[in-house]
């Protein structure tokens, strides 16, 4: 899973890098609150950010806060990390829109507790976006499918019933063949199309966008 | 005397294919475009090998299916649907349906279809 840390002071950064590596989590560093936002606001940006509170420029606080003011599509779970223990100041974070707080100086087993419980929040999220889009993608599959597969069946019918009187030597036959060909892989695609089980994506011409995978999606 | 099929779909470019391709092969085909105008046309007259697209106006082909059987219990109903993800196959053996296709239907099939139906038919009048 990928993390993003934004941390001014260098020697901290490099600890919780070195420290999130070691547990196996892909890390991202900033050093500040305007590089971390450009950052989660990337199409592939981490899901979980530990935002230091005092930074220079954007702090913590005011980057959590903008986050969720942006309102994204995909689950974003924030830590904040703080050497402020004051209550006040931690429901401040909370409010904000952080999702938990760590305090400084932080111990390993409370800073992967914390992490785990983050990525099974993040877990949950996905789920349920996912199942959503599938959702969307079946009621869309379902009614597309019906509407096309009756006009289908009329030309590959009428297709069919044109190819019955005729020898193969005709002169039509090999235009007529491929027409049904042609419609017999339509009809395979309906097929696959209607026993989409799972939400699957693939690129698509230069990679800048995302197109339903149905040989992966599909069950047949 | 020829062998009588019923074809119940309400789109016309679909009656009359199917209403080709079953009179070529040597049945007489009479054809509907609803599941009311079907109930009229079997309380006139039996038809013992039926094909119902599910997806119809009014009463939908599975109802259909049912009340046909209720008043022909030997009737052969085989759907041809459109719908293949909405009426799943269990669906359709519970309406009553002898078999199911889908849309886009190889004509050949449904023809052997139809064919195997009166075979059938032919048994178990013989016992």
Redesign the interface.
Known sequence: MKILIAEDDLTSRMVLGAVLTKWGYEVTSTTNGDEALAVLQQGDAPQLAMLDWEMPGLDGVTLCRELRRQKSEKPLYLILLTSRADSNDIVRGLEAGADDYVAKPYNNEELQARINAGRRIIELQNQVRNREKLQGVLEMAGAVCHEINQPLQAVSGWVELLLMDMEPKDSNHEALSNIKEGMDRIGALTQKIMAISKYRTKEYMDGRRMIIDIDQSSTH | MKKRILVVDD?K??RD??S??FS?AGYSVTVAESAEEALEIVDRKPFWVLFLDL?LPGMNGAELCREIRNRHPMSIPIAVT?????FELTDCRDAGFEDYF???????DLVQAAEYAFKKLERWRKR
């Open positions: 789109e470019q679909i294919l199917y080709q391709a070529k997806n459109g719908y293949a993800s909405l889908t849309k886009p239907a190889s004509l050949n």
